[in-house]
């Protein structure tokens, strides 16, 4: 089955960046519309960012939009989550999901996911 795995996560200051990327081992990401979701201390886990497998559109939460960027590798093996002007109530675990072909829903709907990573560790402040 499909192990998908986040990195990139770490201490960063306000308004400094971060690069999150979602692989997996053995697989193309190229069929799969993934997802990044995040779950903050004592919040319910939020969906971030998503992109379908077909096309090169993208979503954002309305809190990221603007500062975060969601983008695939040119061979599929990869996603990736680009954070800018990051703040510290960005600070979350970072997780990536995945689903074969295309999702007939609403995206922020973590149960539509088949796959997900065992996240990545964000942390903001000064």
């Known amino acids: 089955q499909l192990q998908l795995v986040e990195s990139g996560g770490g201490l960063v200051q306000p308004g400094g960046s971060l690069r999150l990327s979602c692989a997996a081992s053995?697989?193309?990401?190229?069929?799969?519309?993934i997802a990044w979701f995040r779950q903050a201390p004592g919040k319910e886990r939020e969906g971030v960012s998503y992109?379908?497998?077909?096309?090169?559109?993208?979503f954002y939460a309305d809190s990221v939009k603007g500062r975060f960027t969601i983008s695939r590798d040119n061979a599929g093996d990869a996603v990736y989550l680009q954070m800018n002007s990051l703040k510290p109530e960005d600070t979350a675990v970072y997780y990536c999901?995945?689903?074969?072909?295309?999702?007939?829903?609403?995206?922020?709907?973590?149960?539509?996911?088949?796959?997900w990573g065992q996240g990545t560790q964000v942390t903001v402040s000064s």
């Open positions: 999901a995945g689903r074969p072909r295309t999702i007939g829903g609403d995206w922020r709907n973590q149960r539509l996911y088949d796959y």
């Open positions: 053995g697989f193309t990401l190229s069929y799969y519309s």
């Open positions: 992109t379908p497998s077909s096309g090169s559109f993208t």
